[in-house]
């Protein structure tokens, strides 16, 4: 073959990337690296569009900066407008590509994009990447991975098993074939081109378009080296529970979340820190939730669209769906000083804590009587961290109906309040609009 396609999907980085190494060693003379605009305005079954303007932005900065690291080894990065599914067999048959190289995603609708190409009549070559764990490395075969998270850990723990050495920098890549003509009814300038400009909310615990928080591989491999220069992971475990602040947690997930930082280069760097400034429970309780990731990573690929039911992987019916105390959750209008106060934050920065996502997503399901999916999808549409398997997997387990045998997690918001909230801090910054 003389040219292939390299699909960027949830990987918008060019270190530690097995499926770009994969495109460029594969025997092609020619690598066309593309990028497929989805309609963002399209709606989801709860009124709402899919993607907002938070994740828009945090995406424009992303690809801009893998533009500009291809422009450096000689490439570039088309963006294309539309669906993956009519998009590349179109650019396929412009540049005379008959082969397409990417990530494997284990969500359904990613599964379907990909069969969707396959039918259209083009080669696709998938590679799993995006877990800290090869599936093949563990203990057991993904159809047998345990049913909760401690026993999967412990194992792993107990056997040794350890990420792959995360892949360099490319020193360069394929080049472009010569003289392509791609129709212009399929390019667009970038993501930014629907983005709407607006002064970033200071308040922010994620302010991305800073110069720290940009939302590019270049500025998420700077984050981690200041962040581990500054030994913040031996603190992380005392400060992952606040509300607010940009230094509590790593913010680590947004970078992770369009692939412009790799799991495995996380890691491995964690293992240096450790090694040169020592461990301890801060510093384990990072690598702890990195595992976290993986096994919702894995439990995709052992349930795939089972975990998308309505029921998730449980038998018992759910509830009529509240859609108005959905509408007033949404809209911080719950009444709930605490929630409103996290929903406003959402709303206003695209970011909420960890804690707080537990508690408002709690307060729907348990509270409201509002159905999880319709929450999993308003976390999808506002996070500048959403990520489709860890929003799954999360929902999941506040609603109870993912692998927990406790039946879900009901959180007392008085209690909440008390024990990370005392002095009403969070509550003053985030009380009002």
């Known amino acids: 073959m003389s040219t292939v396609l390299f699909w960027f999907r949830g990987d918008l980085r060019l270190h530690d990337q097995p499926a770009l190494r994969a495109a460029c060693t594969s025997g092609a003379r020619y690598v066309v690296p593309v990028y497929c605009h ?7 079954p709860w009124g709402f569009t899919r993607v907002g303007r938070h994740r828009r932005a945090v995406l424009a900065a992303a690809l801009r900066d893998v533009d500009g690291q291809l422009a450096r080894l000689g490439s570039r990065l088309l963006q294309c407008r539309g669906a993956a599914c009519t998009t590349l067999p179109a650019l396929a048959r412009a540049v005379g590509a008959t082969a397409v190289v990417c990530e494997e995603i284990a969500a359904p609708q990613e599964q379907a994009e990909v069969e969707a190409l396959r039918n259209a009549g083009l080669r696709v070559h998938t ?6 764990l090869e599936p093949g490395d563990l203990p057991w075969a993904v159809h047998a991975l345990p049913g909760t998270f401690t026993p999967f850990r412990q194992e792993v723990e107990r056997l040794g098993v350890k990420p792959p050495v995360p892949l360099k920098l490319p020193a360069r890549i394929m080049p472009w074939p010569p003289g392509v003509d791609v129709p212009p009814s399929l390019c667009c300038t970038s993501a930014a081109d629907s983005v709407e400009r607006r002064p970033q909310d200071m308040r922010s615990s994620f302010p991305y378009g800073t110069p720290a928080f940009d939302g590019g591989e270049t500025a998420g491999l700077a984050h981690l080296t200041q962040y581990l220069a500054r030994k913040l ?47 301890n429970d801060g510093s384990y309780w ?6 976290w990731r993986d096994y919702f990573r894995f439990l995709h690929l052992q349930h795939g669209r089972r975990l998308y039911r309505a029921g998730g992987l449980v038998e018992h019916p759910k509830g009529r769906h509240n859609a108005k105390a959905f509408e007033r959750w949404c809209q911080a209008c719950t009444g709930e000083p605490l929630v409103d106060a996290a929903m406003r934050e959402l709303q206003a920065t695209g970011y909420l804590s960890n804690r707080l996502r537990q508690v408002v997503a709690s307060y729907l399901v348990h509270e409201l009587g509002g159905d999880w999916r319709a929450g999993a999808a308003w976390f999808e549409a506002q ?8 929003n ?7 609603a109870g109906r993912g692998t927990d045998p406790r039946g879900g997690r009901r959180f007392n918001i008085q209690k909440q309040l008390s024990q990370y909230d005392a002095e009403g801090q969070y509550l003053r910054l985030w009380g009002t609009p």
């Open 233 to 279: 992971p031996h603190s992380y475990k005392r400060t992952r529970n606040a509300l607010t602040g940009v230094d509590y947690s790593s913010k680590w997930s947004p970078w992770l979340a369009t692939g412009a930082l790799s799991a495995r280069r996380i890691m491995a760097e964690l293992r240096q820190f450790e090694a040169t400034n020592g461990a």
């Open 392 to 398: 799954q997997g999360n929902w999941l387990y506040i």
């Open 38 to 44: 989805a309609d963002y305005d399209e709606p989801t």
């Open 383 to 390: 996070l500048v961290d959403y990520d489709v398997y860890n």
């Open 286 to 291: 990072l690598w702890f939730e990195l595992l």
């Open 127 to 132: 590679l799993w990447q995006n877990s800290l």
